[in-house]
């Protein structure tokens, strides 16, 4: 079954899922016979393909899938604090930032994940939380046939025939674009200030402010824009089909973002948790994934699909020999709600 045609049936699984994780909270003590793996709600099917139901096999562990947004999960993360119901949490970085701040994840010891010492140096934790399991680059999405030439810097969104979009600061791409607009227009990327100085100069010509990936390709595909910053596993499946987008990596700012995987403080299945995040680190799991779901491996040992490197280039191996950096994650977490109200107010205004 295609991607586009699992749609129905991966949405139906992660309801089911999400209310088998709900149903099994009330009651989880000591739980090593299940592992509850709190995850974003989409390609659900392709993700028990390739990591859950080969990790049931190999340790007699049940997997269920309780999904959701960053947001959400992590509120029902702190609500469920003091008696937690989730095992092990697939996170974006920024969101894993302020979840460790609250105390809601352990620290990993490398010696029980023995598949960290085969990942990307970027992608270790420098605070000593889980790891990057996987990673997306910003850059610039672009209608390959209206627009001449591959844009090279951020200052081309300006010019873009055609008309651009933005993202909203509430999705993944908002607080990186800020970031690299802070540097490429001021003093580096924990200068925001600079970043949202320059992005309020952008915002009034914005046709749109997107939040979903699903509408910003479909603007892309559409032809409704020819531009947009935006992630670079956005533009696999619009390539992938033949759609006449593409993507541009600009010479400066260059800052990535990416998904970890974090055990939750006091899980009922801790050991259960350790054994998953290992897992899915292997180099082979890693290419399976990175098959199935757009995910760029951060495995030394394992190999993107000819897809990123076609998207992507060099660095979809390795994005920091290419320049890409996280950027201030700290920043970030502690300044989101702020960030939120300043987009609003200088940006989408």
């Given at each position: 079954m295609?991607?586009?045609g699992?749609?129905?049936?991966v949405?139906?699984?992660?309801?089911?899922?999400?209310?088998a994780a709900?149903?099994?909270?009330?009651v989880?003590?000591?739980?090593?016979?299940?592992?509850?793996?709190?995850?974003?709600?989409?390609?659900?099917?392709?993700?028990?393909?390739?990591v859950?139901?080969?990790?049931?096999?190999?340790?007699?562990?049940?997997?269920?899938?309780d999904?959701?947004?960053?947001?959400?999960?992590?509120?029902?993360?702190?609500?469920?604090?003091e008696?937690?119901?989730?095992?092990?949490?697939?996170?974006?970085?920024?969101?894993?930032?302020?979840?460790?701040?609250?105390?809601?994840?352990a620290?990993?010891?490398?010696?029980d994940?023995?598949?960290?010492?085969?990942?990307?140096?970027?992608?270790?934790?420098?605070?000593?939380?889980?790891?990057?399991?996987?990673?997306?680059?910003?850059?610039?999405?672009?209608?390959?046939?209206?627009v001449?030439?591959?844009?090279?810097?951020?200052d081309?969104l300006?010019?873009?025939p055609?008309g651009y979009?933005?993202?909203?600061?509430s999705?993944?791409?908002?607080?990186?674009?800020?970031?690299?607009?802070?540097?490429?227009y001021?003093?580096?990327p924990?200068?925001?200030?600079?970043?949202?100085?320059?992005?309020?100069?952008?915002?009034?010509?914005?046709?749109?402010?997107?939040?979903?990936?699903?509408?910003?390709?479909?603007?892309?595909?559409?032809?409704?824009?020819?531009?947009?910053?935006?992630?670079?596993?956005?533009?696999?499946?619009?390539?992938?089909?033949?759609?006449?987008?593409?993507?541009a990596?600009?010479?400066?700012?260059?800052?990535?973002?990416?998904?970890?995987?974090?055990?939750?403080?006091?899980?009922?299945?801790?050991?259960?948790?350790?054994?998953?995040?290992?897992?899915?680190?292997?180099p082979?799991v890693?290419?399976?994934i990175a098959?199935?779901?757009?995910?760029?491996?951060?495995?030394?040992?394992?190999?993107?699909?000819?897809?990123?490197?076609?998207?992507s280039?060099e660095?979809?191996?390795?994005p920091?020999?290419s320049?890409?950096?996280?950027?201030?994650?700290?920043?970030?977490?502690r300044e989101?709600?702020a960030?939120?109200?300043?987009?609003?107010?200088?940006?989408?205004?």
């Amino acid at each position: 079954m295609s991607r586009a045609g699992r749609g129905a049936a991966v949405l139906a699984g992660a309801v089911a899922l999400a209310s088998a994780a709900s149903s099994c909270a009330a009651v989880r003590e000591d739980d090593t016979g299940t592992l509850v793996v709190s995850t974003f709600a989409f390609a659900t099917e392709e993700f028990m393909e390739v990591v859950g139901e080969p990790f049931e096999e190999e340790t007699g562990i049940e997997v269920v899938l309780d999904t959701g947004t960053n947001a959400g999960r992590l509120t029902k993360l702190r609500i469920n604090k003091e008696a937690p119901d989730t095992d092990v949490v697939l996170i974006s970085d920024y969101y894993a930032r302020i979840g460790a701040n609250m105390g809601l994840f352990a620290e990993v010891d490398p010696a029980d994940v023995p598949a960290m010492e085969g990942i990307q140096p970027w992608a270790a934790d420098p605070e000593g939380y889980g790891p990057a399991y996987t990673f997306q680059l910003l850059g610039m999405l672009y209608r390959t046939d209206m627009v001449p030439e591959p844009p090279d810097s951020w200052d081309d969104l300006g010019a873009a025939p055609g008309g651009y979009a933005l993202p909203d600061i509430s999705v993944s791409a908002g607080p990186m674009l800020v970031l690299a607009a802070g540097e490429r227009y001021g003093s580096g990327p924990s200068d925001p200030d600079a970043g949202f100085e320059a992005l309020a100069v952008r915002g009034p010509g914005a046709l749109q402010f997107y939040t979903r990936s699903t509408e910003l390709t479909s603007l892309l595909e559409r032809g409704e824009v020819a531009m947009a910053p935006g992630l670079d596993n956005f533009a696999m499946g619009s390539v992938e089909a033949g759609q006449p987008v593409g993507f541009a990596v600009p010479d400066e700012g260059r800052v990535m973002t990416a998904n970890t995987v974090q055990v939750v403080r006091g899980a009922p299945n801790e050991a259960g948790a350790l054994a998953f995040a290992d897992f899915l680190l292997r180099p082979e799991v890693q290419e399976g994934i990175a098959e199935a779901m757009y995910d760029k491996p951060v495995a030394v040992e394992a190999e993107p699909t000819p897809l990123m490197e076609e998207v992507s280039g060099e660095a979809a191996s390795d994005p920091a020999g290419s320049g890409y950096h996280q950027g201030d994650l700290e920043m970030i977490a502690r300044e989101r709600s702020a960030w939120l109200d300043r987009f609003t107010e200088e940006v989408a205004r």
